[in-house]
């Protein structure tokens, strides 16, 4: 699982990926002990080998001791990543069920209850860090089109039926049902071959988009004026913008929009900041060029704090902002501090911000941009949620993040390859800044173009097709299709109750 994902992307192993849980899941189905040992052993192996830099931001960041780090890091294992008992558990419920003739029919195929169970264990079962069965074979980009219509979630039904015909095969159980769940595998790679080639078209409406990758650092407890500090590290970006827009200039090009990552001005607020002021009216009159960048915003009648995102016009008035509505758990505010205030004094490095309340997108001169803050950008039903609220007007997602936390780790390649399965859900690209990289832009189709190094001070000009094809299935359905086959199941399994009642009356 580890291995078919980022930063490595050898799809072919997600199939193989299953082949030992099967035999388990087929032939020796347990109760609710074995079920949570099997997904607890499953987890912890699984987040040891994908998620270990969580260790590295609660000793780095937290300032919590290795020891604690690492227990905390198991806590996290077991606690959110309880669906994988779910998923062993619900099935061998439907195995035991219809092995005793409760449940007959097709509903007794482990094609059936398997993709069941997991797509339940997927909703029910929280991730502080989402991903789903189909992003295993990200890098299989013609497999990933179907992703438009069934989204992601719905990829990893067809992951768990194309691994098990792969498995019975290989066990030379060529039945029928085998044979017809690989050849699924072959189906999707012939949508996605048809659906790749149209939207790879060229289209005639580009928007030319700097992204400035400052590389800001997060503390400053070595500097003797931090104030000063953070005048320097404001001017270097606008002055990365100016430079940008010129290098484009030389080169015959106009830029529509410059992008800032975000906390690449960490702490500073627009509202009271003269020098953050001066320098965004002074790029703004060199420039002409829209301008996004993310700071804190504070309402001043209440007192809360946002994270935001803004977007200049080249005369460098605020014309449009949005308040990041999805936030970071123990990241952006700690659950349960309102309630239990003194919480927030144990880890003061935790931000305190309130969630916004409006859907806004970001109105540029040449298009309406759909702004994703950090953690915003994995939540697929989140962004399609935005992107229906807003009416489908946006022409391209604007992520903006600060990846310095979790160090020289695969996160940034992990989170990059998360975001990208959006490009290809909304067929809407994707233009991604980063404070610390990697930065890039996604096109609908899910390729990555133009990545940044880690750690690096770049400036990027990405020539991004706009989006013109209009919603897709997955826009206008989301997950109803999942929904159903999950009430299809449910009513299935209540029906053998029922069944059992009349035979005893």
């Known amino acids: 699982m580890t291995l078919s994902f980022a930063p490595f992307n050898f799809w072919p192993l997600s199939f193989l ?66 669906r994988f008992f779910l998923f062993f558990w619900i099935a061998s419920i439907w195995k035991r069920r219809a092995d005793n003739g409760k449940i007959k029919g097709f509903s007794t195929s482990p094609y059936f209850y398997l993709p069941l169970s997991f797509a339940v264990a997927e909703f029910v079962g929280f991730q502080l860090f989402p991903w789903f069965g189909g992003n295993l074979f990200a890098g299989n980009l013609l497999i990933m089109q179907a992703a438009d219509l069934v989204g992601v979630r719905g990829l990893s039904i067809f992951w768990i039926i194309i691994s098990l015909g792969f498995f019975q095969l290989a066990n030379k159980n060529q039945t029928r049902s085998a044979w017809t769940a690989a050849s699924l595998f ?7 071959a048809v659906t790749y080639w149209i939207h790879a078209q060229p289209t005639n409406k580009i928007l030319t988009a700097g992204v400035v990758q400052g590389n800001t650092p997060l503390s400053f407890a070595s500097y003797r004026n931090v104030r000063d500090e953070l005048n320097r590290i404001v001017s270097k970006m606008a002055y990365m913008s100016k430079l940008l827009v010129q290098t484009a200039q030389t080169q015959g090009k106009k830029v529509d929009v410059i992008i800032w990552p975000e ?25 002409q060029t829209d301008l996004i960048f993310n700071d804190i915003y504070t309402d001043m009648r209440t007192g809360d704090s946002y994270s935001n995102v803004s977007l200049f ?41 309130k969630p916004g309340q409006k859907f806004e997108l970001l109105n540029s001169a040449k298009a309406a941009l759909l702004p994703a803050i950090c953690y915003e ?23 903006i993040t600060n ?53 690096t001070t770049e400036n990027k000009l990405y020539e991004v097709p706009l989006s013109g094809r209009g919603k897709t299935v997955f826009a206008w359905l989301g997950n109803i299709p999942l929904w159903l086959f999950i009430a299809f199941g449910t009513l299935t399994f209540l029906r053998s109750f029922r069944k059992i009642s009349a035979k005893k009356s």
């Open 263 to 287: 906390s690449a001005v960490p702490f500073l607020r627009y509202q009271t900041s003269l020098h953050l002021q001066a320098e965004i009216a002074s790029l703004q009159r060199e420039t």
């Open 186 to 192: 072959l189906v999707l790679h012939l949508y996605g």
């Open 313 to 353: 016009n080249r005369n460098g008035f605020p014309v449009s902002n949005y308040q990041k509505i999805f936030l970071l758990p123990f990241g952006e505010y700690i659950p349960l501090s309102d309630l239990y205030p003194a919480v927030k004094n144990i880890v003061p490095e935790i931000s305190d911000f």
């Open 403 to 455: 990846d310095t936390w979790f160090g020289r780790t695969q996160e940034s390649y992990q989170h990059l390859q998360l975001a990208s399965a959006r490009a290809i859900e909304l067929r809407l690209p994707i233009l991604r800044a980063v404070n610390s990289g990697v930065s890039a832009w996604v096109d609908p189709t899910g390729r990555i173009h133009g990545k940044t190094e880690l750690f």
């Open 17 to 82: 990926s299953l082949f030992p849980l099967f035999p388990l899941l087929l032939d020796k189905p347990g109760g609710w002990r074995i079920s949570l040992l099997r997904g607890s052993v499953l987890a912890l192996f699984l987040n040891s080998m994908a998620y270990q830099w969580l260790i590295y931001t609660m000793k780095v960041f937290g300032h919590i001791p290795l020891t604690i780090s690492i227990f905390l890091f198991l806590l996290y294992s077991f606690f959110f990543s309880l």
């Open 377 to 399: 950008i994995i939540q697929p039903d989140f962004i399609r949620s935005f992107y229906n609220k807003t009416n489908g007007r946006a022409k391209a997602i604007v992520n």
